[in-house]
């Protein structure tokens, strides 16, 4: 369960009905959160309990929870700082997280290596990709346009660099 992946941490309970308020870890859901099933819940990674998710509603910065088995206030408020966990296999497809995305290499559709992404930037609209070779940095916008394949296993990235980059 090392893997599993923190989106959040609950930070209150909304009404009597046991609804919870987490803080997202996560960038906005582009309608993939609303299509959790079930999440993990627990004060660290090697401590979680497994609910079913009856509805979740996502908000800019945080998402709002019911839970199976949390009915009430009571039972809402003993969850109170403890994490939201997910596993990796939940990400839809097309999706990857920045911690498998830091330390690709970059390579042109050309072949030329540009580097390893040592850092991601979120600018709001999209992300930058920070690639150093170890004597320049370059900025790669995270365009459909630009990243061309993305390989996790081969640890590669192919972009196609707009002109002036």
């Known amino acids: 369960m090392n893997d599993l992946i923190e989106i959040g941490k609950i930070v209150k309970p909304i009404g009597l009905k046991g609804r919870l308020k987490v803080l997202s870890y996560c960038e906005p ?12 819940v627990g004060k660290d990674i090697e401590c979680v309990s497994s609910f ?14 019911q839970l199976e088995g949390v009915e009430d206030l009571e039972t809402a408020g003993e969850l109170v700082g403890q994490s939201v966990f997910i596993p990796p296999e939940t990400l839809p497809d097309g999706e990857y997280y920045w911690r498998d995305i830091i330390g690709l290499d970059i390579i042109t559709e050309e072949g030329k290596r540009l580097g390893k992404i040592t850092a991601i930037l979120p600018t709001g609209s999209n992300d930058v990709y920070i690639c ?34």
């Open 29 to 40: 859901a582009r309608g993939g959160g609303e299509a959790l099933e079930s999440v993990l």
């Open 52 to 65: 079913n998710v009856r509805h979740i509603r996502v908000q800019r910065g945080s998402f709002f929870l």
């Open 132 to 165: 150093s070779d170890g004597e320049r940095e370059v900025l790669v916008p995270a365009f459909a346009d630009v990243v061309q394949r993305i390989d996790i296993e081969k640890g590669l990235m192919v972009v196609r660099l707009p002109e002036g980059l």
